[in-house]
């Protein structure tokens, strides 16, 4: 078990590109969620996948964003046409139903130039 | 809207001595209330969490107490060690494990412990 990894760890990206992170949960875990956090703030709720199924995507930020889970394994998520306030850390992370929390990886610093 | 509040942005505490961290939350919805704690470049971890039919909750020398009626929770740490030198965030949910709503965090409380 090696944990949740995201990839890249960091990425810095000119204002209008498109970027894409991975994220490859815990194995066993069905559970896959999205996350942003920017600076001194909370993490904030993004999306939520149940193996493929994307259960949860109201909460993304706008249609810029899009994510997937390809036959309910790693995950991606998308931001196209990036702004400069899309620049934050984005969180995954990975439980099984009924866990009493996720665990989240180390995250992709995002910073938009 | 803060649904989560924790507004002590900071705090210092002795090495030896309890940490007490405070959260509010105003959603009635909430069920289900978790602690995390994060190191610079790391992902939070998971460290406690309480259903809201208990009013307590132990995990070594971590304590959350839950006060539905005033909505409000607290963490205890005790004794306080160097290593628990970290941003602590309260999170809460209308269920355990969050699902579809997913968890709402609150800003977080910087804990320094001093030698």
């Known amino acids: 078990d090696t944990g949740v990894s995201q990839d890249p760890r960091h990425k810095i990206t000119k204002r209008g590109q498109n970027v894409t992170f991975r994220c490859d949960p815990i194995?066993?875990?069905?559970?896959l969620y999205w996350y942003r956090q920017t600076l001194g703030q909370g993490p904030e709720f993004l999306t939520y996948?149940?193996?493929?199924?994307?259960?949860?995507k109201s909460r993304l930020l706008s249609d810029r964003f899009s994510a997937e889970r390809p036959k309910g394994s790693f995950s991606t998520l998308e931001i196209q046409r990036t702004e400069q306030g899309d620049s934050a850390m984005y969180l995954c992370?990975?439980?099984?139903?009924?866990?009493?929390?996720?665990?989240f990886g180390s995250g992709t610093r995002l910073t938009v130039v | 809207d803060q649904q989560v509040k924790q507004n002590s942005p900071s705090l210092s505490v002795q090495e030896g001595r309890i940490s007490i961290l405070n959260c509010d939350y105003t959603?009635?919805?909430?069920?289900?209330f978790l602690w995390y704690k994060k190191y610079p470049a790391e992902g939070p971890t998971f460290l406690i969490s309480?259903?809201?039919?208990?009013d307590k909750n132990e995990d070594g020398r971590f304590t959350v107490f839950l006060n539905k009626s005033a909505k409000h929770l607290s963490l205890h740490i005790v004794p306080s060690q160097p290593g628990d030198s970290a941003v602590y965030f309260c999170?809460?949910?209308?269920?355990?494990?969050?699902?579809?709503?997913?968890?709402?965090f609150g800003k977080g409380t910087h804990l320094i412990i001093q030698p």
């Open positions: 992370a990975s439980s099984l139903m009924g866990a009493r929390g996720y665990t």
């Open positions: 194995s066993e875990h069905n559970r």
């Open positions: 996948f149940q193996n493929e199924a994307q259960l949860e």
């Open positions: 959603n009635s919805m909430f069920d289900y």
């Open positions: 309480i259903s809201s039919i208990k």
């Open positions: 999170a809460a949910s209308p269920l355990r494990g969050g699902g579809a709503d997913g968890l709402t």
